[in-house]
């Protein structure tokens, strides 16, 4: 049975830093994709970031590039994104997602992804 649980979630001032982490089971890491999304209030679930396997290249939206950090350790299989300098706009429920089949480089289309954790929590307030 594949699960994923995100942490690091919380309250975090503008311009401050969070990480988050997503821990995996039931599945090899080696074969699959994995990737960050985020769901605002009120809007469609977006993908913000992720990793391929196939390359170990990343992937990050406009919206996070320069400020937002994936990084994987596949002996924990375990994804991080290191969240710096957050904006208001980045609140919202944060999910890491995994690619069952992975044939080609990741991407940030909510459909491409089969396993999802349940999310985590992340407000950006003053």
């Known amino acids: 049975q594949v699960t994923l649980v995100e942490s690091g979630g919380g309250l975090v001032q503008p311009g401050g830093s969070l990480r988050l982490s997503c821990a995996g089971s039931?599945?090899?890491?080696?074969?699959?994709?994995i990737g960050w999304f985020r769901q605002a209030p009120g809007k469609q679930r977006e993908g913000i970031s992720c990793?391929?396997?196939?390359?170990?290249?990343?992937w990050y939206a406009d919206s996070v590039k320069g400020r937002f950090s994936i990084s994987r350790e596949y002996a924990k299989n375990t994804v991080d994104l290191q969240m710096n300098r957050v904006k208001s706009e980045d609140t919202g429920v944060y999910y890491c997602a995994v690619d069952r089949e992975s044939t080609s480089r990741c991407g940030p289309e909510v459909d491409a992804y089969d396993w999802w954790g349940q999310g985590t929590q992340v407000t950006v307030s003053s």
């Open positions: 039931g599945f090899t890491p080696d074969f699959h994709n």
């Open positions: 990793t391929s396997v196939r390359d170990n290249s990343t």
